[in-house]
């Protein structure tokens, strides 16, 4: 049986897909030249830019080249398109961008916050960062990708407070709060799951489809990928590991968190960890730092153990303010060495990774948008 010939307009939805995604890889291009990188003719490139500039979104810049041969018009994707706001939720503050379809910041909005500010001040700073964002923008907010360093309930959007949660944000909302600044979706989840994304697409496990990425910092988290996917469970609470029992400083059993409470690595009046005070320890050369060193690495390594239990990983990485140190990683790779199913462990090769995983979901989601705009009606 012969299989039915795509519609002429399934076609032309193709072929104006492959112009418009050509167009937000590069500032700008003539239509020899995407006809060069998308491989499709020439005549039928010159018909889909044609097609996109009565739609409005494709531009002639006024720019024609120079030199010899025919002289060519250079076009652009249209300015009024909109962007995407990008936000990172943290202890220190709200970081909140407004980025367009060719991942460039078109502005940035920074707001410094306690760590007890509390839901309120949370909710304002996002808000406040978001309607400067819009006010400053050529065209909509059209989009927005939150991380926070809370965990996120996969079927709101809302931050989920745990018992000893360090940062007390309480039932945040993003997308209640940014719903009449942002025009579409709100996307929001766990900054660890968006640093583990950011490590699989341009960090240090590129290609690698099965890992898991363990965050130490002031708060503790995990992220599982899988397939390449990362693993958020049925209410977005997997890697939620503060309460995962390992061995303690004396090698009973404790939660993960209270190890740090154990060791007198809390912050005064909170369930934070002490980064500074623990990044002193990991330097410090005496006997005492190095007991520590090892209680750390034990802790660690327990909770390791019941991810690659569990998630069956490739090869585990660690990032976070004190998590990829030259030492601990050396010392949690000792310890797996030694336990049944032992894993190479590496460092996290990006800094602000999860501002990075959070802009690159961004730029994707903005691109669809864009796209879906050409031809409405059609699906392929």
Not at 21 to 29: G, K, Q, S
Not at 248 to 260: I, K, S
Not at 293 to 314: K, T, Y
Request: proline share 6%; glycine share 10%; charged share 20%.
């Amino acid at each position: 049986m012969t299989a039915p010939k795509p519609s002429l307009e399934l076609l032309r939805g193709l072929t104006d897909e492959n112009v418009l995604r050509v167009l937000m890889a590069h500032d700008r291009l003539t239509r020899a030249e995407i006809a060069t990188r998308t491989g499709i003719s020439k005549p039928t490139v010159s018909e889909s830019v044609q097609r996109l500039e009565r739609a409005r979104l494709v531009v002639d810049t006024g720019e024609r080249t120079t030199g010899r041969g025919r002289v060519g018009s250079y076009y652009a994707l249209a300015p009024h398109l909109g962007t995407a706001l990008v936000a990172s939720i943290t202890p220190n503050g709200v970081v909140a961008e407004a980025v367009d379809a060719l991942g460039r910041v078109r502005g940035e909005v920074r707001t410094a916050l306690h760590a007890d500010a509390g839901q309120e001040a949370a909710a304002e700073a996002l808000g406040a960062a978001a309607v400067r964002l819009a006010d400053g923008a050529d065209g909509p907010l059209r989009l927005a990708v939150v991380s926070a360093a809370d965990p996120v309930d996969r079927a709101t959007g809302r931050l989920v407070h745990l018992p000893d949660a360090p940062f007390l944000v309480g039932a945040l909302d993003p997308p209640a709060v940014l719903a009449g600044t942002v025009t579409g979706p709100v996307l929001v989840d766990n900054d660890v799951n968006w640093a583990a994304r950011a490590e699989y697409e341009r960090g240090c496990v590129q290609g690698v489809d099965d890992f898991v990425y363990l965050h130490l910092g002031e708060g503790l988290g995990c992220a599982v990928v899988n397939d390449g996917v990362v693993r958020r469970g049925h209410s977005g609470l997997v890697g939620e590991i503060a309460h995962l029992y390992t061995a303690g400083p004396d090698g009973r059993a404790m939660a993960f968190t209270e190890v740090f409470a154990a060791l007198d690595l809390r912050r005064p009046s909170s369930t934070a960890v002490d980064v500074p005070k623990l990044l002193e320890i990991l330097e410090a050369p005496d006997a005492d730092a190095e007991r520590v060193r090892v209680a750390l690495a034990r802790a660690i390594g327990g909770v390791l153990s019941a991810a690659l239990s569990f998630a069956d990983p490739r090869t585990a990485v660690v990032g976070g303010a004190w998590g990829s140190h030259p030492r601990l990683i050396g010392a949690i790779g000792e310890h797996l060495a030694r336990s049944p199913r032992p894993v190479p462990v590496s460092a996290a090769a990006l800094t602000l990774s999860e501002l990075t995983g959070a802009r690159a979901r961004a730029v994707e989601e903005l691109g669809s948008l864009i796209v879906r705009t050409a031809h409405p009606a059609t699906q392929w």
